[in-house]
């Protein structure tokens, strides 16, 4: 005799949708705090002339190494979720302030001006745009296709990394 | 044969794989110049990349089925979560959790298939398995080549090859490498520990205990034991199995995540290629047979295994001139060490149908073993047995 299938109690079904909104929520919160982005940390003049770079300061990124920077310096920090914590100690000035901020979420890299930061100019960061087109190396890139002894439909690599703004 | 030679000569046929194994491992120590600390690190090393992927392999033998050779599949999807993880710029632990949660209903998908399959062979799963992994690797070739970038989107033009769909072939985990080893690091002497790695192997050897002694770990013991009686018991034989083989999948996506993390990068098309070769190597080394296994088979097995692996290259080097004898070497022991495990266990399978026989000829069985259904393992007119006896299980 066949065995008839017993359909779910609403009980179960709701059992069920409990852990698939649980599933869902933990997916949720680990991109939320785990997703990195980069912060360009940026010490230059305005090109407008409405804000000055900052002789010297050395600016740390929550609990990260605090690094120097001098007119015209540019590094980057790497960080993980999206709210975020700044020191700037301008040892020139002798002058101390903190910020924190939010990177938005779809944002993998902001530019932060810290002399916009210092001259309360808002927004003080903006998005980043990285146009990849990594150099590829063919042979390197090859997959390993069944019988093949040499690559398969891969093409020349374009050419080197370039950043624009 | 008086009772203290066969104990004698029954001990080392059960331990042959270990002993010859150690022998070699203590043999290249000395010519490889290695200092016993540094062996001592690898090893540990080694021991939270490397177990939990060996501990996967352990239900589906309770459960009668064998070495889990399909245990690649679970890999493969452990493999496309940590691709999602990288595309999606989720780092550090976080990341290992993400990419777990998305492989984890891709390695049940894969678990369920497979345990289907493995119910239309059954008595022949690890060969069945073994193909099975082939042909689910061309599909996972065709999913990460050719649909991702294509048909499912890929934000991270980075990790895609310069055509513009399909992953590239190495793919740097910069962002996850070594993020669960490093929560806990402690330094016992001159040795480095990955505590959190070592705690999650810890749980899942609990987990293991735990399950031995449910309602459902006690009828996969049954269904490996004899399928028939099981049946007969109202046990649901190919369900039990299936659940088997699902949660060896579902393991192994763990197991290679924790892997690949480790490794800090990932050969997107061939890493899983030889995950199960060598968890089943491992599992074997450390005195394991295909029907029988236990956790300390699983540690032994690692620690000998990648200790042979750390010394033979250098070994190699040092008394032949080249360190590629010693590779030659690995792939040569990890292959016959399965070779030896599966003859010995053929050997020992024959000769207790052979004591059933004589036994049975005597009027009482020599050990009491049972074939697949149930009945001793006589064998066949040729004098085969059956390939489900328990003849001679530990």
């Given amino acids: 005799m066949k065995k008839t299938k017993k ?6 079904l709701i059992a069920r949708s409990i852990l698939l909104a649980l599933y869902i929520a933990v997916m949720l919160i680990m991109v939320i705090t785990g997703r990195r982005h980069t912060i360009l940390i940026d010490n230059k003049d305005a090109p407008d002339g409405s804000y000055m770079a900052i002789d010297g300061m050395e600016v740390q990124i929550d609990n990260q190494e605090a690094l120097e920077y001098y007119p ?9 979720g999206q709210r975020h914590k700044i020191k700037v100690d301008m040892f020139m000035e002798g002058r101390e302030f903190e910020a924190s901020f939010r990177i938005p979420f779809g944002q993998d890299m902001i530019l932060l001006s810290v002399p916009k930061l210092a001259a309360g100019i808002e927004p003080y960061f903006e998005p980043f745009t990285v146009l990849e087109s990594i150099a590829s190396d063919a042979a390197n890139e090859a997959p390993t296709s069944f019988g093949a002894d040499s690559p398969v439909g891969l093409e020349e690599g374009p050419p080197a990394p370039e950043l624009i703004q | 044969m008086s009772p203290k030679k066969k104990s004698v ?21 000395s010519p490889s110049k290695l200092s016993i600390n540094y062996i001592i690190q690898e090893v540990i090393t080694r021991l939270g990349r490397n177990s939990f992927l060996v501990i996967a392999l352990l239900l589906p033998i309770y459960a009668g089925m064998g070495i889990n050779f399909a245990m690649a599949l679970g890999a493969m999807a452990g493999q496309i979560g940590l691709i999602f993880a990288v595309d999606w710029s989720v780092a550090g632990w976080q990341g290992l959790v993400f990419a777990f949660l998305v492989g984890l209903p891709i390695a049940i998908l894969l678990g369920w298939v497979s345990g289907k399959v493995m119910n239309r062979a059954k008595g022949r799963e690890m060969v069945t398995g073994y193909i099975l992994a082939f042909f689910i690797n061309g599909i996972y070739q065709f999913f990460v080549l050719y649909l991702m970038g294509s048909v499912i989107p890929i934000r991270n033009a980075a990790i895609l090859l310069s055509r ?34 070592f705690i999650v192997i810890a749980l899942l050897c609990v987990f293991i205990v735990w399950f031995r002694k449910t309602k459902l770990g006690q009828d996969m013991r ?16 190919e369900k039990t199995r299936i659940v088997a083989i699902i949660i060896s999948t579902v393991l192994a996506c763990a197991g290679q995540i924790i892997f690949l993390q480790n490794m800090g990068n990932l050969a997107t098309y061939n890493a899983h290629d030889q995950t199960s070769f060598f968890a089943a190597a491992a599992i074997l080394v450390g005195g394991a047979s295909v029907t029988h296994a236990s956790i300390p088979n699983v540690f032994i097995g690692v620690v000998l295994l990648h200790a042979m692996f750390i010394v033979s290259p250098l070994a190699g080097q040092n008394l032949f001139g080249s ?28 000769k207790a149908a052979d004591n059933a026989r004589s036994g049975l000829r005597g009027g009482a069985s020599a050990n009491g073993s049972l074939g697949a259904n149930g009945k001793p393992a006589l064998g066949d007119k040729n004098g085969k047995s059956n390939g489900e006896s328990k003849g001679g299980r530990a």
Avoid: C, H
């Avoid at chain 2, 360190?323 to 399978?349: C, D, H, N």
């Fill in chain 1, 72 to 80: 015209g310096d540019r590094d980057k920090a790497v960080v993980q």
């Fill in chain 2, 323 to 350: 360190a590629m004898i010693g590779e030659y070497f690995r792939q040569f022991i990890g292959y016959g060490v399965i070779a030896i495990s599966l003859v010995l266990y053929a050997w020992k399978t024959r």
């Fill in chain 2, 164 to 197: 513009g769909y399909g992953i590239r072939n190495t793919l740097n985990l910069e962002s996850v490498r070594q993020s669960l080893d490093t929560i806990l690091k402690v330094n016992i002497g001159p040795f480095s520990v990955p505590v959190v790695t």
């Fill in chain 1, 7 to 12: 359909p779910a109690s609403t009980r179960s």
């Fill in chain 2, 222 to 237: 049954a269904v490996g034991q004899d399928m028939t009686v099981a049946d007969a018991a109202g046990i649901p034989v």
């Fill in chain 2, 9 to 29: 000569s029954t001990w080392f046929s059960e331990y042959a794989v270990v002993i010859i194994f150690l022998a070699i491992t203590v043999a290249a120590i």
